[in-house]
């Protein structure tokens, strides 16, 4: 018996599989500093406990993403350590906020399974769930992700494509951010007086400013995750691959093009949900990235006369400026363009 495990291969899942990952990870002050350090987000609410307290949080929470990622670091090694991509995601809800000293675990069910035309490769498809230390959900989300298999010639095991929601429900979303207290919430100090009724479905955001990712930032930031994927650390391998390069994980760039929104969006203080993404195309090392928004609904939540929910698509762009909003032609994607992200956040009302 080797001791070693070298990950799963596509030919290795069955659907319905339930898979428990190691392991369990303590948030600490120093991941939020780190987190900060790499992307520079300036969201109020994960910035400081003085701001996060005077509107009802015990303590500032943990940045969304950065609770993301650490649940998404926990599979990597089940799921995507032989992946040669990510391709996207959907239904990911925030359950429960995340706070310093909180340890998350998670687990993931294989929900599909489909064997792609070359016999080399498969797309798995899996419901990962974060939990704290009192068993609580924190975070679901569901993604696919092509897998190599070990050998070309092994039987698919099975063909299973589920149907995913275009979108979370606003009824659904909301749960992970406590009830504001009235009037608490400073727009001065939060950096912008634009709260939920101002902005309106259609509208288009530049974020105007870039950031370009080194070499070292990307994969500091994937190991903060404990993401062990070959294809973001290892250049001995990756020299002789489709790209001759690391590619900076998929994770990496949404934290980034995120972090760009606050420049438009400051008051947009919590992802509720994540109704769909995808990677459209690679980053690498040296690429600049840009991002802007668009509203594309505005809801109320029940119940909630304290803050609204914007949906909105976040659109990343590489080494090009977003001031005339890069998307698609027809069904193509702009050649830049390299996340296209649709997401629920709520603002104070």
């Given at each position: 018996m080797t001791k070693n495990h070298p990950g799963n291969y596509f030919e290795d899942f069955r659907l319905g599989q339930v898979i428990i990952h190691a392991t369990p990870r303590t948030v600490t002050a120093g991941d939020v500093a780190l987190y900060t350090a790499l992307y520079g987000s300036r969201f109020a609410v994960q910035s400081s406990d003085h701001f996060a307290r005077a509107i009802g949080y015990p303590n500032a929470p943990a940045d969304d993403l950065l609770v993301f990622n650490i649940v998404f670091g926990k599979t990597v090694p089940d799921i995507s350590l032989n992946a040669v991509a990510n391709l996207g995601y959907a239904t990911c809800r925030f359950l429960a906020p995340v706070y310093p000293?909180?340890?998350?675990?998670?687990?993931?069910?294989?929900?599909?399974?489909?064997?792609?035309?070359?016999?080399?490769?498969g797309v798995v498809y899996v419901r990962s769930t974060g939990f704290n230390a009192a068993?609580?959900?924190?975070?679901?989300?569901?993604?696919?992700?092509?897998?190599?298999?070990?050998d070309e010639a092994?039987?698919?095991p099975g063909r299973s494509v589920p149907s995913l929601?275009?979108?979370?429900?606003?009824?659904?979303?909301?749960?992970?951010?406590?009830?504001?207290k009235s009037g608490a919430y400073d727009l001065a100090l939060a950096g912008s007086v634009q709260k939920f009724g101002d902005y309106v479905p259609g509208e288009r955001i530049d974020h105007v400013d870039g950031m370009t990712v080194e070499e070292a930032e990307h994969q500091l930031a994937t190991r903060l995750y404990q993401n062990t994927a070959r294809v973001h650390f290892n250049q001995f391998a990756q020299e002789k691959g489709r790209f001759?390069?690391?590619?900076?994980?998929?994770?990496?760039?949404?934290?980034?093009?995120?972090?760009?929104?606050?420049?438009?969006?400051?008051?947009?203080?919590?992802?509720?949900?994540?109704?769909?993404?995808?990677?459209?195309a690679p980053l690498f090392a040296g690429d600049t990235v840009f991002a802007w928004s668009q509203v594309l609904e505005r809801a109320e939540l029940p119940n909630r006369t304290d803050v609204g929910a914007l949906r909105l698509r976040l659109v990343a762009a590489k080494n090009r400026s977003c001031r005339d909003f890069p998307y698609k032609s027809g069904q193509d994607y702009d050649p830049a363009v390299i996340l296209d992200l649709d997401y629920w956040a709520l603002l104070p009302r």
């Open positions: 000293g909180d340890t998350l675990s998670a687990k993931s069910e294989i929900i599909g399974l489909s064997e792609n035309s070359n016999r080399k490769t068993g609580a959900a924190v975070l679901e989300y569901i993604r696919w992700v092509m897998v190599r298999k070990r092994a039987p698919p929601p275009e979108r979370v429900a606003a009824e659904d979303i909301g749960a992970a951010c406590p009830p504001l001759g390069r690391r590619l900076i994980y998929g994770g990496h760039v949404i934290s980034l093009a995120r972090a760009l929104s606050f420049n438009g969006l400051a008051n947009a203080f919590h992802i509720a949900a994540i109704n769909g993404g995808r990677h459209v």
